[in-house]
C-alpha cells in the first residue's frame, strides 16, 4: 500500500510561482512513476508532468513546458513540482500519483492518489 501526502497548493498572483510537494509512503522499490495531474471545474483530469523513479526522466504537458519543472528526492521518497510563471489557466486542484513501473499520460494507470491541492492563479 502507498500513500501519497500533498502539500504546497495556495493563491498567488499571475507571474507568480509556488512549489507543491508528494510524499510517498511505502513504495517498496525504486521501479515507479510518479505523476502530477489537475483538475479545473468542469473539466476531465488533465495530465501536467512526471518522473520515473529509477531513471529520473521527466515528462511535462505542453501547456506546462518550459514553466514548471519536476524532482524527486529518492531519499525522502518525495516529489516535487515547481510551477514558475504561472497563469490563471493553471487554476485547478492538483492531485499526486503513484504507479509501479515507467510513468503514464493517462490518470487510469495510476494506482494511488493524494487528496489534492488547489492552486489558485488569479490575473
Not at 524532482?71 to 510563471?85: F, G, H, I, P, W
Not at 499526486?96 to 492518489?113: E, I, K
Request: net charge positive; with cysteine; proline share 2%.
Amino acid at each position: 500500500q502507498v500513500q501519497l501526502d500533498e502539500s504546497g497548493g495556495g493563491s498567488v498572483q499571475a507571474g507568480g510561482s509556488l512549489r507543491l510537494s508528494c510524499a510517498a509512503s511505502g513504495p517498496p522499490s525504486s521501479n515507479y512513476g510518479m505523476g502530477w495531474f489537475r483538475q479545473a471545474p468542469g473539466k476531465e483530469r488533465e495530465f501536467v508532468s512526471a518522473i520515473n523513479g529509477r531513471s529520473g526522466n521527466t515528462f511535462y504537458a505542453d501547456s506546462v513546458k518550459g514553466r514548471f519543472a519536476i524532482a524527486r528526492d529518492s531519499a525522502k521518497n518525495t516529489v516535487y513540482l515547481q510551477m514558475n510563471s504561472l497563469k490563471s489557466e493553471d487554476t485547478a486542484v492538483y492531485y499526486c500519483a503513484f504507479r509501479f513501473g515507467l510513468y503514464s499520460r493517462a490518470a487510469h494507470d495510476y494506482n494511488y492518489w493524494g487528496q489534492g491541492t488547489q492552486v489558485t492563479v488569479s490575473s
